[in-house]
């Protein structure tokens, strides 16, 4: 390996660094806020590394990792999204969680993974990336022992997630015995020769295999039933960090191997991918309509956005990689925001899930309120938040790709969606309840918004309006970075 | 310098925000501060700018700055664009200026309200909104500033809202507004989708090419913007919303009807000049209806018992000589009795703010003998109300109104009716003016004097009256030796009337009747009203239809709104909500048989994994 080699990789090696050097200082003497203070330093010096290392791409190194602005991109916003997860965690972990500090070495290995993924150009390093990243969320999914429901739900996790790796790596392997390589590029060649006859009977049957896989990370339908049950028992942060940073990981992988340059997919893996977003975006905002459980309203909620991203992937050309690409920046923040929200919001014994507790919030929190409004809005696709522009650029990529169908279930489905987040926006400006309440000494109303969360949903609340009226400023850099793909 | 422009914009935004965010937790000076200061901030910049663009003009008079675009898709390129020229600079500088002197104002007036930081808010927000409409150089900019405007004449006319009539009457103005709004936006598509720009100057360029004289499609789309520009102007048909806008606080109403809002029709129609240009009925119109509301509205402000009342009157009948302007075609004539009005219409509603908050009361016919207490505000509506009714040579009102007399006479377009009426409004506009001010500073004080005016109460004041003194100077006629430089300097965008040379004895002539005819208005006011007549206010049933402004929210409950809700309650279970209902049943049944499949075993949803496998496999070979 030269030196370039080494400066290349910079930020993958940081944030594993990190790790260990978390793991040493664990050992020696627990302190939380030291711990924090040193996952954060950890992120930015990774970060900063971004910059310095931009001037030897693009680059490969060995067969494993593909180093261009494409990947620095991703690998940026990753990075960027697990430090709001830090600072949204702090004082949740502080609230709740005696021994709080392995729940920063478990998300800065999770988050190794899921930049491996973005930078990994063959099916080993998309193996160990997927695996990295998930044997970290099942400790993570479960780490509030004392709650039964978490640990519920990481076992849920773990058995569902090994049953998808499995089928993922037998895909693998007989794309593998057809083609006797372990490119992922192969998967960019069977997307152009699309129609079914060019392809050997393997390959595609190893694809499909390959897209179950993907598509349990991503949470589409039909393999998305874990999605509520887990959003629901992990802790808060893990919930935000598996909408963020696991799904955006994972899908960062699928842009790169499965978009094609030169037009929309078609053929058997455009029918597919098409059933597939068809079916999330109904099924997300169908089965979230009724909901009263907040988290489990935006777990549906998820499934239907990763529908509308699918949208993007298919319409492919040249808008469709930025289109997705802004998508899933403006659905980061937005969904990170939302969960700080209800993060800032819940004390020592329960989390803010159910509807009712948002009731009124706006009399009594009126900034948490606001904040909470904006990023409905914004997953809601109202103009001037993140989620209409991000909207917007994939249905003017659908509609150059003249992908009808997709398009038509897109625009009625996101009328669905309207109605449950408004649903939440009503009830949290609705007139509280008389003043008969007695008072807990919990309650989560008078509960303070300490410093770092403060910061987080500022700059959370401030980036989804950038993006909403300000969009060249990433439009344009997303455009050059997505141009060679494919 | 001019960099600067878009500051103009920004800086009342941002202290609105901070004040909607914060301003629960901000002291009231910190508030006052914040409030009055941006708008103060943002007017220093504009004079600043004023005196860079005069100094040295950018190339053709005109100075664009364009920020950003924020999407674009075909030929739907919505910029963030600014564009400054003669017309839109002086726009700017009464937005900005008399804004401040009303914030200023404000924040004295407003000081024991419990709202104080809420009014600050939306102030700022109007202000930023009114300067937006201003200098959007396209369309859907321009909107935005305009729904903007709307917006915050709705939360501020209903600032107190727990009184539900206040409530009431901001509802009223947004809804009557929104006619309008509605016609405005249809025309802008209009424009858009025929002329394929949303640029307003592009849009102008492409019609004057490609449109004829009188062709129907500009016809509809002058007509449409007119709708618009009547609605928010508070011209007939659509004007009955602004009387009952008295219900928001003073300062608010002098912002509405001064600075913003009802100014935002006149300057709609001067932008789009070439299309009304292009559609000479509708601008024959535009004069009809300005002269009709301003004749009307000046018969309903002599009946008014209510002091606002009637200056909300005499708003709509001054806004109707500038429509009136307008429809002659005589541009910079409107443009400069928007200026001085702005002077001297804030300056007599914060004076009435003054007499109302110092004794409680609005009707004049309880008021009465106030000039000896209330000397400043006594003063404020002499001056104020002298510029109203036009008192030659040294007041501003004057000027402007003379020089849209002088068109309606003299001009291409005008003819001796629409002088004739423009003579019956200076006078109606004199005797209602000193008939008010008779009322209420002379005769027997019949009230306690309960406040005095503080600081800035009285500096906005001054410096309105001297501004309602001065602000004529800007352009006097060249028959007199003046120099018409205001005039001179909008030409380069709003095209001057050609020249009609008639002899110095006319023109003396008209200047001398129109100095008759404010004496003769106060001279009348003084026989009818004067201290020594008796306080009745009279029954008869002429003045019973004025006090109710000829009746049109009568007429309008009686033919629009009743019909409408007995339609809306006829229709309530109408065959049209079965399917859109039906379409909503279907999906909580979709959510229903969904619902089944989370049964949260994980054996099911493992289950669930493989059948979803084997499905895409199978569609996969059946596909291939």
Redesign the interface.
């Given at each position: 390996m030269s030196r370039t080699d080494f400066v290349a990789l910079l930020p993958l090696m940081i944030v594993p660094a990190t790790a260990v050097i978390l793991m040493i200082a664990i050992a020696i003497r627990r302190n939380h806020k030291a711990v924090a203070v040193i996952s954060l330093g950890g992120l930015v010096a990774a970060f900063g590394s971004l910059a310095f290392a931009a001037s030897v791409l693009p680059r490969q190194v060995s067969a494993f990792f593909i180093l261009d602005s494409y990947s620095f991109l991703y690998m940026a916003i990753l990075l960027c999204a697990a430090a709001f997860v830090f600072l949204l965690a702090y004082d949740y972990l502080n609230r709740r969680q005696k021994h709080p500090e392995e729940f920063y070495l478990l998300v800065l290995l999770a988050t190794t993974g899921a930049m491996v993924l973005v930078a990994s150009r063959n099916f080993a390093a998309f193996f160990l990336g997927l695996e990295l990243l998930s044997v970290a969320l099942y400790a993570l999914i479960a780490y509030v022992r004392a709650e039964s429901i978490s640990i519920e739900a990481g076992i849920k996790y773990l058995v569902l997630a090994a049953s998808s790796s499995s089928v993922l790596l037998f895909g693998m392997a007989l794309i593998y015995a057809e083609s006797g390589s372990m490119e992922l590029s192969q998967f960019t060649a069977a997307m152009i020769h699309s129609t079914g006859h060019a392809n050997p009977f393997l390959v595609v049957t190893g694809l499909m295999l390959v897209l179950t896989g993907a598509g349990f990370k991503l949470a589409v339908v039909p393999f998305h039933l874990w999605t509520p049950d887990v959003y629901e028992g992990a802790p808060l942060p893990v919930t935000a960090f598996i909408a963020s940073v696991s799904k955006g990981g994972m899908f960062a992988l699928l842009l790169r191997w499965f978009h094609v340059n030169s037009g929309d997919i078609t053929g058997v893996p455009g029918l597919v991918l098409s059933i597939l977003a068809i079916a999330s975006m109904l099924t997300g905002n169908l089965l979230a309509l009724r909901q009263t459980n907040v988290k489990r309203i935006l777990a549906y909620s998820s499934i239907a956005h990763m529908g509308y991203l699918l949208v993007a992937l298919l319409a492919g050309g040249a808008l469709g990689a930025p289109a997705a690409t802004y998508y899933l920046t403006a659905y980061m923040v937005t969904i990170l925001g939302a969960f700080g929200v209800m993060t800032a919001l819940s004390g020592r014994q329960h989390e803010a899930m159910s509807l009712d507790s948002y009731r009124g919030l706006f009399w009594r929190r009126p900034l948490l309120a606001a904040a909470f409004t904006t990023m409905l809005f914004s997953l809601a696709g109202i103009p001037f938040t993140a989620g209409f522009l991000g909207k917007f650029y994939v249905l003017m990529a659908g509609a150059s790709a003249s992908r009808w169908v997709l398009l038509f279930t897109l625009i009625v489905s996101s009328t669905i969606g309207l109605f449950y987040y408004l649903r939440i926006v009503v009830v949290m400006y609705a007139q509280p309840e008389g003043a008969g309440e007695t008072e807990n000494p919990d309650d989560t109303r008078t509960l303070p918004v300490p410093l770092p969360a403060t910061l987080a949903l500022a700059a959370l609340t401030g980036l989804v309006f950038l993006l909403g009226v300000y969009p060249i400023l990433f439009w344009d850099t997303m455009v050059a970075v997505t141009r060679n793909l494919g | 310098m001019l960099q600067l422009l878009w500051l103009v914009v920004a800086i009342p935004v941002a202290s609105a925000t901070l004040l909607a965010?914060f301003g629960?937790n901000l002291s009231r000076r910190v508030v006052a501060v914040l409030g009055a200061g941006s708008v103060g901030v943002a007017a220093l910049i504009t004079l600043l700018i004023g005196a860079v663009f005069l100094a040295s003009p950018p190339m053709g008079n005109v100075y664009v700055q364009h920020l950003?675009?924020?999407?674009s898709?075909g030929g739907f390129t919505p910029e963030?664009a600014f564009y400054l020229d003669p017309v839109s600079l002086l726009m700017l500088l009464v937005v900005t200026f008399v804004g401040f002197l009303i914030h200023l104002y404000s924040v004295e007036y407003m000081h024991d309200d419990e709202g104080y930081a809420r009014f600050f808010a939306y102030m700022n927000l109007f202000v930023a909104s009114m300067i937006t409409l201003v200098l959007a150089n396209n369309l859907l900019l321009l909107y935005l500033g305009w729904e903007g405007v709307g917006l915050c004449s709705f939360l501020l006319i209903g600032f107190w809202y727990r009184d539900p009539q206040n409530v009431r009457a901001a509802a009223k103005a947004f809804i009557v507004t929104r006619f309008g709004d509605t016609a405005f936006a249809v025309g802008l598509l209009l424009l858009f989708t025929r002329l394929g720009t949303l640029d307003i100057q592009d849009a102008m360029h492409r019609a004057a090419m490609q449109w004829s004289t009188g062709s129907s499609i500009a016809t509809a789309a002058a007509a449409l913007l007119l709708g618009g520009a009547v609605a928010k102007s508070a011209q007939l048909p659509l004007q009955t919303w602004l009387p009952d806008a008295m219900a928001g606080p003073t300062p608010t109403s002098a912002l509405i009807h001064a600075a913003t809002m009802v100014t935002a029709g006149v300057y709609l129609i001067a932008r789009t000049h070439v299309l009304f240009t292009l559609a000479p009925s509708i601008q024959f119109l535009v004069a009809i209806i300005g002269t009709v509301t301003m004749l009307l509205a000046a018969f309903s402000a002599l009946a008014q018992r209510d002091m606002k009342r009637v200056l909300a009157y005499s708003t709509i009948s001054q806004i109707g000589y500038m429509f009136l302007a307008l429809g002659l075609g005589a541009w910079s004539a409107a443009m400069f009795h928007f200026m001085t009005h702005a002077f001297f219409k804030a300056l007599l509603f914060l004076a009435a703010g003054v007499v109302i908050h110092a004794v409680h009361e609005q009707d004049l016919y309880r008021m009465g003998g106030l000039r000896k207490e209330l000397r400043l505000a006594f003063w404020a509506f002499v001056i104020g109300g002298s510029a109203l009714a036009g008192l030659p040579l040294i007041t501003a009102g004057f000027f402007s109104k003379d020089l849209i007399l002088w068109q309606s006479w003299a001009g291409p377009n005008g003819n001796a009716w629409f002088w004739a009426a423009g003579m019956t409004g200076a006078l109606l506009t004199s005797l209602y003016t000193f008939r008010m001010i008779l009322l209420a500073f002379y005769g027997p004080q019949q009230l306690h004097v309960r406040a005095k005016s503080g600081l800035a109460v009285r500096v906005s004041l001054v410096v309105l009256c001297s501004l309602s003194l001065v602000g004529g100077y800007v352009d006097t006629p060249p028959h007199f030796g003046g120099t018409p430089a205001l005039s001179n300097f909008l030409n380069s965008v709003l095209p001057p009337l050609e020249e009609v040379h008639i002899g110095p004895i006319t023109e003396t002539m008209t200047v001398l009747s129109a100095s008759t005819v404010f004496a003769l208005g106060l001279w009348l006011a003084y026989l009818i009203f004067g201290p020594k007549r008796s306080r009745q206010p009279a029954q008869n049933l002429l003045e019973q239809l004025w006090l109710a402004g000829w009746g049109f929210d009568w007429l309008y409950d009686k033919l629009l709104v009743r019909p409408f809700q007995w339609i809306a309650r006829k229709s309530a279970a109408d065959p049209v909500d079965v399917p859109i209902n039906g379409l909503a049943q279907v999906?909580?049944l979709?959510?229903r048989a969904?619902?089944l499949?989370?049964t949260?075993q994980?054996r099911?949803?493992?289950a669930?994994?493989?059948?979803?496998?084997a499905?895409?496999?199978a569609?996969?070979?059946v596909?291939?």
């Open positions: - | 965010l629960s950003w675009t924020w999407m898709s963030i999906t909580v979709g959510y969904l619902r499949t989370q949260g994980v099911w949803y493992a669930g994994l493989a059948l979803g496998t499905a895409i496999l569609i996969a070979f596909a291939r």
